[in-house]
């Protein structure tokens, strides 16, 4: 390991031979990194080529220009604990590895946010003024120190960072295979092969390591090592020693170290042998205490010569070296084994034939325990399936069981379902025959609810089993964890009412052990049982709850799920602005639990919420953040979420080129959504006029009484499914997905944390609309821009207005053309301010069509509120006491906004008066409660004008008439012989201007 230099120590680059491309193809990459460019360069050969060698030269050339160079080595033979290059990095980084690489086993999420502190502890250090990584031989790194890189491949580019990763392309048994292609796939990746030695080059080699300059010793060796460079090394120096022989050249590095081995003294031999069995890299006094001897030296030995060197050995000192080794490390660093169980394990595994199975079992599932303490899941699984296959007398049941327990719970965090299933079955199996009812429950709750039938079928299975098993005895919290566990496979199944059962008993339970880990898992599966408006009222009280546990256990994970429900609940309920309010909470629970899965959650919601608000730019940017940084953990929940986002913004803003790009790739959503995926696409596709793709996608979903929606997603499902179908010209689906959403009046549709789609009666208004029934709609439309403006949602009233202004138009009754310009001009303005690309030409062709009327002067705050009031009929002492003023503000308030000039058009299209009549401010409708703002028909202004004048003061029509021409005013106070005086000042004054 290399503890990081600075330029300012002068470093000389050696010579190297043949490597001139690589070193300039390196350099290039370096100043491009340290300009921002970041480079991941994976350098790929067979053993010997001369990784490992250009890597040194390359760490001179960084370090010679001021640039830190940090070391990570992978260890040959599995015998390294989890994350091992990473941890050589960090601490000569000057990082503590402990601290970053620590997280809460039972939360797998939290091994994301290990590889996000990792990657985030790199940049830091590369932000300081440039960094080179150097990883050498990652062919033999654990899973988890893999997927580290790639995770840092996505986050590096425009950082001052360049990582040199050399592997072996010709080790079939490694896993690095699978990985590389993901690894290729980012553009901060570059691939360098290497290649063997020419002629020429064989030749120079020799000429600087022999005396001789001899072009048949270069053709010789060439023959020989196939321009392999170590091989050439090699044979120069046994040309050099005089070991060479021409007529019998060493068939491989083997022959030529067994030579070497064999002109040394007994004594060096011994060391030799001792530091290939111990590996790589070692203390010295480890050496020493294996060989029972002092050692006064290090002896680096190459990965090649040390396996020379180690099958040179008789079995016999094989196994008394591997002993003694074991041995070794276990007495040296006895105060803490954590980061050589695995090392230890190694050496037994070798002594395992030899009647040490037991031993070596017990070291491994030690290393196993702590690999996947260390969050490296995929190092856990292959060492307990190895304690497992070990040559050693069989475990007892229990033990065979919590070992298939540990290892089913590992192979889950790594996404190895089938593995999970097998370890569950297996250890479900011991446990009977231990009759363990508890071991039995533990085995069935290894396996979680998954998309995946066959997995749940299996789960659902054991869990029945274990519950049968507890019977009713006092686990309690054993049993609420199976109750919960048997709920969410139920959800999974779409037995909703068995949700409702299960999760129930599971929260009872749960409340009764007083047992925090059941009570989280029952109020998950509780949450579960109360989707959709019916549900809101229980899922707020269950948020609560989780907020409360939360604090009274300081779990920062149980706040963040207490958040995000509270949060979802509020959006359903129409209070934007209070959900907005509730973020900030959310993003310190997120800050504390850390990692990328948690960051998503917080981008998914504040994106959800810009979008319902109308701020579009801000939620494409965090909702394409949110996307970028849970894709690489799991792509389909990620690629869901914003394929929905994507949707809904596309109804306000447009199809952009990346939102096509992105309906255009191929996606299979999980089986829950498989009838909201190709509704959702259909209306995208809609949104992008390409109607005829759109079609064939609404298809997909089948007839709409196979429709089956996700509980929590019912309406967003059957409002996509209606404007699809509207726009389609499907008339009888649509009028069926109509009659199914008309119960839900009043409700605002909210997608789980992800889309928001407005008022159901937007919905309602539009689908009535296209099916011609123009009095319904309209009812509709006036009533969502009311509930929509009450909830903050201004692209929607935007949207809705517009829509509310061409039913109008089109139905075409006396007035409807005056309300329509309004509604007009108002989804104009929207539109226009909010940035609704995808309305803004619409709005502004519809005002123009309408007659581009000017804008209603509007209301002040303070007259909007009285406004509102003296449409319910309030007095101005009443108005006065609600609102804490006095009577006669309230009443001027009144007068002012009666007095508002309005604009010419609109007077004569109110019957040619010049003010604002209060009658304008009433409902038009008790069902349209608080509608756009518009003006009535000359005729109903006159009848409601009469209304509120005093009944004294009314006569007949044909007694009104009997006036004649003139101003109203003096029509109201004829015939009643006096001024009518409880008409107040406010007529008084009214009648004075008039």
């Known amino acids: 390991m290399r503890t990081p230099t600075r330029g300012s120590v002068s470093v000389v680059p050696g010579v190297i031979v043949g490597r001139r491309r690589e070193l300039g193809a390196l350099r290039a990459w370096l100043d491009a990194a340290r300009g921002g460019a970041g480079r991941l360069v994976l350098c790929a050969g067979e053993p010997g080529i001369g990784k490992s060698r250009l890597a040194q030269e390359f760490a001179g050339i960084a370090l010679a220009g001021g640039t830190t160079v940090a070391w990570g080595r992978c260890v040959q033979g599995e015998g390294a604990p989890a994350f091992w290059p990473w ?186 042998q001792a530091a290939a069995v111990v590996g790589r890299d070692f203390p010295l006094p480890l050496v020493a205490r294996a060989l029972d001897e002092p050692v006064a030296q290090c002896l680096p030995v190459h990965a090649l010569t040390r396996e020379a060197v180690e099958a040179s050995l008789t079995t016999a000192d094989r196994t008394a070296l591997h002993r003694a080794v074991a041995e070794a490390i276990e007495a040296h660093f006895a105060s803490d084994l954590s980061e050589h169980l695995t090392d230890i394990a190694r050496h037994w595994w070798q002594l395992a034939p030899y009647d040490e199975g037991t031993t070596a079992r017990t070291w491994t599932i030690r290393a196993a325990g702590e690999a996947v303490r260390r969050l490296a899941f995929e190092e856990g699984v292959r060492l307990y399936r190895a304690a497992l296959a070990l040559p050693a007398p069989p475990l007892a049941a229990i033990e065979r069981c919590q070992v298939l327990i540990a290892l089913g719970r590992a192979a889950y965090f790594a996404g190895d379902l089938q593995g999970c299933v097998d370890a569950a079955a297996t250890g479900a199996e011991a446990a009977r025959t231990a009759h363990n009812p508890e071991l039995l429950a533990e085995a069935a709750l290894v396996l979680e609810a998954v ?32 109750l919960a566990q048997r709920s969410h496979l139920a959800f999974y199944d779409g037995e909703q009412e068995r949700v409702q059962a299960l999760s129930a008993a599971a929260l009872e339970l749960a409340r009764a052990a007083g047992d925090d880990r059941a009570l989280v898992e029952a109020l998950h599966a509780r949450k579960e049982a109360c989707p959709g408006p019916a549900g809101r009222s229980e899922r707020m009280l269950v948020a609560s709850e989780m907020l409360r546990l939360a604090e009274r256990t300081n779990s920062a994970r149980s706040a963040m799920w207490g958040e995000l429900w509270r949060i979802d609940t509020l959006m359903e309920s129409g209070r934007l602005a209070a959900a907005a309010d509730e973020l900030a909470a959310l993003k310190m629970a997120v ?162 944390g992800v889309a928001y789609m407005g008022p159901i009666e937007l919905t309602l208004g539009r689908g009535a609309v296209a099916l011609g029934r123009l009095d319904v709609a309209i009812d509709d439309l006036a009533n969502a821009a009311e509930q929509a403006n009450r909830a ?203």
């Open 591 to 752: 800050q504390r639990v850390g990692g990328p899965v948690s960051a998503w959650h917080l981008d998914r919601v504040a994106s959800f919420i810009a979008q319902a608000q109308g701020r579009y730019a801000d939620a494409s940017t965090t909702g394409r953040r949110g996307f970028a940084r849970m894709s690489p953990v799991e792509l389909r929940p990620a690629r869901g979420a914003y394929f929905a986002l994507q949707c809904a913004l596309a109804g306000h803003i447009g199809v952009t080129d990346e939102t096509m790009e992105f309906v255009r790739s191929p996606f299979e959503p999980l089986p829950l959504f498989r009838t909201m995926g190709p509704l959702t696409r259909s209306l995208l596709l809609l949104y992008a006029g390409l109607s005829d793709e759109a079609a064939a996608s609404y298809q997909q979903a089948g007839p709409v009484e196979t429709w089956s929606p996700p509980p929590f997603h019912v309406l967003h499902t059957y409002v996509c499914g209606a404007r699809a179908a509207a726009d389609l010209g499907r008339r009888e689906d649509l009028s069926l997905l109509l009659d199914r959403l008309d119960p839900f009046r009043g409700e605002h549709v909210v997608c789980e």
């Open 451 to 482: 998309a995946d039938a066959d997995v749940n079928a299996v789960a659902r299975e054991l869990c029945e089993q274990a519950l049968a098993g507890l019977g009713n005895t006092e686990h309690k919290a054993l049993r609420a964890r199976l």
């Open 792 to 994: 903050g949602a201004h692209g929607f009233v935007g949207e809705t207005c517009y829509h509310l202004a061409t039913a109008l138009a089109a139905r075409n009754r006396p007035g409807d053309s005056n309300r329509a310009a309004t509604a007009a001009r108002e989804a104009d303005r929207l539109a226009r301010s909010l940035g609704m690309s995808a309305y803004a030409e619409r709005t502004r062709a519809l005002v123009a069509h309408l007659g581009g009327r000017a804008h209603l002067v509007a209301l002040s705050p303070r007259e909007a509120e009285v406004a509102k009031l003296v449409a319910e009929g309030l007095t101005n002492r009443q108005i006065a006491e609600r609102l804490v003023i006095s009577e006669r503000t309230a009443q001027n308030h009144g007068v002012e906004g009666a007095r508002r000039p309005l604009p010419r058009g609109e007077a004569r299209a109110c019957g040619g008066q010049g003010t604002r009549p209060r009658a304008q401010w009433r409902i038009r409708d008790r069902r349209n409660r608080h509608g756009p703002q518009v003006c009535p028909p000359a005729g109903r202004l006159r009848r409601e004008r009469r209304s509120l004048k005093s009944p004294c003061a009314r006569r007949p029509r044909a007694a009104s008439r009997r006036v004649g021409p003139g101003s109203r005013a003096t029509a109201s106070m004829t015939g009643a012989g006096s001024r009518c005086r409880s008409s107040g000042p406010s007529v008084r004054r009214t009648r004075a201007r008039s």
């Open 87 to 272: 941890r050589q990095v960090l601490r000569s980084l000057g990082v503590d590895a402990d601290d970053v690489l620590a997280a809460d086993v039972e939360s797998p999420e939290d091994r994301f946010r290990v590889f996000d502190d990792v990657s985030e502890a790199v940049l830091a250090a590369a932000d300081r003024g440039g960094l080179v990584i150097i990883l050498d031989d990652i062919h033999s790194a654990d899973e988890s120190s893999l997927l580290v890189l790639r995770h840092l491949a996505h986050q590096m580019t425009g950082f001052p960072l360049l990582v040199f990763a050399a592997f072996r392309d010709v080790e079939p048994a490694s896993i690095l295979p699978r990985l590389v292609p993901d690894l290729l796939r980012s553009p901060s990746v570059e691939r360098l092969a290497l290649r063997g030695f020419n002629l020429a080059e064989v030749r120079e080699q020799l000429s600087r390591m022999t005396a001789g300059d001899s072009a048949v010793d270069a053709r010789a060796a060439l023959d020989v090592t196939g321009g392999n460079p170590l091989f050439v090394r090699e044979v120069a120096r046994a040309m050099a020693d005089g070991t060479w022989r021409p007529d019998r050249p060493p068939r491989s590095v083997l022959d030529v170290v067994r030579v070497r081995l064999d002109r040394v003294s007994p004594e060096c031999r011994r060391l030799v």
